[in-house]
Antibody, heavy 120, light 110 residues
Framework: QLQLQESGPGLVQPSETLSLSCAVSGDSISSSRFYWGWIRQPPGKGLEWIGH???????YYNPSLESRVTISVDTSNNQFSLRLSSVTAADTAVYYC????????????WGQGTLVTVSS | QSALTQPRSVSGSPGQSVTISCTGTSSDVGRYNYVSWYQQHPGKAPKLMIY???KRPSGVPDRFSGSKSDNTASLTISGLQAEDEADYYC??????????FGGGTKMTVL
């Protein structure tokens, strides 16, 4: 059964870089049928697509975050990562990783999510 | 890239049907048949309920159905049950490999 698990610091200082990883188990991240993506949800608010990556390294980002976001893939360890630079309190959110079907772009499954708080 | 528009809340009694709308533009919902819907219970990760506008993943009850007309997609839940009370989000392909979510709808079972 495919599972995704986020990991990373729960507290990040303002202006620093947020770094998270997503470990994939039960399927190969090198599948040609899927992308691997990140979504976030500020407390009490809705979902926001951050971006996604193909196993080849091709990346696609939300235009509103593109200048600060980097998503990378590590096929040898079957995981992918998110880096968000110059964070502010507005970046405080639960961050989810998910598998995304190519073409149709549906998200399934999702990781359990990890809360990242930006505060000094 | 603006968020898709959903009603903030909807409600219905057990056994009734409710419909949640998701309005976009001719550049996203209206242009692509790639609308998906997610159910999210408090403190939990979202769960895929509908994809490609009308398709149901294995394990999702057939009480859940999707449709689309022009720039508006809809999720209908028939035969409402207590466990259907949750937040629901739509998502659409928005061109150039970008994706956009709706603002979310809180569905209450009265």
């Amino acid at each position: 059964q495919l599972q995704l698990q986020e990991s990373g610091p729960g507290l990040v200082q303002p202006s620093e870089t947020l770094s998270l990883s997503c470990a994939v188990s039960g399927d190969s991240i090198s599948s040609s049928r899927f992308y691997w993506g990140w979504i976030r949800q500020p407390p009490g608010k809705g979902l926001e697509w951050i971006g996604h990556i193909y196993y080849s390294g091709s990346t696609y980002y939300n235009p509103s975050l593109e200048s600060r976001v980097t998503i990378s893939v590590d096929t040898s360890n079957n995981q992918f990562s998110l880096r968000l630079s110059s964070v502010t309190a507005a970046d405080t959110a639960v961050y989810y990783c998910a598998r995304i079907r190519t073409t149709s772009n549906w998200f399934d499954p999702w990781g359990q999510g990890t809360l990242v708080t930006v505060s000094s | 890239q603006s968020a898709l528009t959903q009603p903030r809340s909807v409600s219905g009694s057990p056994g009734q049907s409710v419909t949640i709308s998701c309005t976009g533009t001719s550049s996203d919902v209206g242009r692509y048949n790639y609308v998906s819907w997610y159910q999210q219970h408090p403190g939990k990760a979202p769960k895929l309920m509908i994809y490609d506008v009308t398709k149901r993943p294995s394990g999702v009850p057939d009480r859940f159905s999707g449709s689309k007309s022009d720039n508006t997609a809809s999720l209908t839940i028939s035969g409402l049950q207590a466990e259907d009370e949750a937040d629901y989000y739509c998502c659409s392909h928005a061109g150039m490999y970008t994706l956009v979510f709706g603002g979310g709808t809180k569905m209450t079972v009265l």
